[in-house]
């Protein structure tokens, strides 16, 4: 795997999580780090999100490895903040290279009592929240003729599921944004590539909320009760992956190497890829 010396990368939602995974790695490597998190509980979400200790602790992480990280708390969904973020990133860093639209959430109930929070909490970090990331970072990366563009979907952007109308509509859509801004961007050198991961470990899958939505049955179920029905979302008898996982796709797309890669959707999902088409 190529080296990023000299490249700077922004990583939305990097507080934690898979955005912290790829933030670290892409610094080890050699690329300077910008990163956002909201750092901010949300009404419409029943878990809690990261804090700005935790953006702390990840640009600690950053810097540990002598390259340098810049911060914000700043909504995805706000396309002012992102705007600004990325002025303030090309200001001290000269540049972006590689954007990785991470940031994201998690809201489950089922269609029929789906708020019209719940609904615009999903699709405004989500799906608006990607476009903000990539429509922030474009223009630079046009006038540079160089970039690298991972966006973050799921595998419930490329199936249904029960109680996932709004984060699969939102996953299912950044796919559709993907392959258009893969088009519109393909005369710039930009490439704009998705991941669609299954089950990963982090605080968005292992939380109270939905340890008890999976098992009704039991008062406080833990991780090895929800253990099995994790399991049987993917093809290969594996709960959860890793969030390392999903960061070694994210080197691969990101390295200049990889330029006449685009429009691509990659999952990263146990196998469950095998039961859907596309
Ligand atoms: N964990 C999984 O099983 C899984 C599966 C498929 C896809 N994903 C996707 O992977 C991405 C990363 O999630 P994760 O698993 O690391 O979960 P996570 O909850 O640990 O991390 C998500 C981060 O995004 C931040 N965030 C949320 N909304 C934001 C917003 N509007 N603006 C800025 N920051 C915001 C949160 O504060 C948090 O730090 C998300 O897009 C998620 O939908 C996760």
New binding site residues.
């Given amino acids: 795997m190529e080296g990023f010396e000299g490249r700077v990368a922004l990583i939305?939602?990097?507080?934690?999580?898979?955005?912290?995974?790829h933030a670290v790695a892409l610094a080890e490597r050699g690329a300077d780090i910008v990163l956002?998190?909201?750092?901010?509980d949300?009404p419409a979400?029943n878990?809690p999100?990261?804090?700005a200790a935790?953006?702390d602790e990840t640009a600690e992480l950053v810097r540990a490895t002598g390259r340098r990280c810049l911060t914000a708390k700043?909504?995805?969904?706000?396309r002012g903040a992102m705007d600004a973020l990325v002025a303030e990133a090309e200001s001290e860093f000269g540049r972006i290279d590689i954007a990785v639209?991470?940031?994201?959430?998690?809201v489950a109930a089922p269609v029929q009592s789906l708020t019209q929070e719940q609904w615009s909490?999903a699709i405004?970090?989500?799906l608006t929240?990607?476009f903000n990331t990539v429509g922030a970072v474009a223009p630079g990366m046009i006038w540079r003729g160089y970039g690298r563009i991972v966006t973050?979907?799921?595998?419930?952007?490329r199936a249904g599921n029960t109680n996932m109308a709004a984060?699969g509509a939102?996953?299912w859509g950044?796919i559709g944004l993907t392959k258009s801004a893969a088009l519109d961007l393909a005369p710039h050198g930009i490439t704009v590539n998705a991941?669609?991961?299954?089950?990963?470990?982090?605080?968005?899958?292992h939380n109270d909320a939905l340890y008890r939505m999976m098992r009704p049955d039991l008062e406080a179920p833990g991780a090895d009760d929800v253990e099995p029905v994790f399991r049987s979302l993917h093809a290969q008898p594996v709960a959860?992956?890793d969030?390392f996982e999903?960061t070694r796709v994210v080197l691969f797309f990101a390295a200049e190497g990889s330029a006449h890669i685009s429009g691509t959707v990659l999952p990263v999902?146990a196998g469950n890829a095998a039961r859907v088409t596309g």
Avoid at 36 to 40: G, I, L, N, P, S
Avoid at 101 to 106: C, M, R, Y
Avoid at 152 to 157: K, R
Wanted: glycine content about 14%; proline content about 3%; charged content about 15%.
């Fill in positions: 939305t939602g990097g507080a934690r999580g898979q955005g912290r995974s956002c998190d909201r750092c901010e949300s979400v878990y999100l990261a804090t935790d953006l700043a909504d995805t969904a706000d639209a991470n940031a994201g959430v998690s909490e405004g970090s989500n929240g990607v973050i979907s799921s595998m419930l952007g984060y939102s996953k950044v991941i669609a991961p299954g089950n990963i470990s982090t605080p968005m899958i959860w992956l969030a999903i999902d």
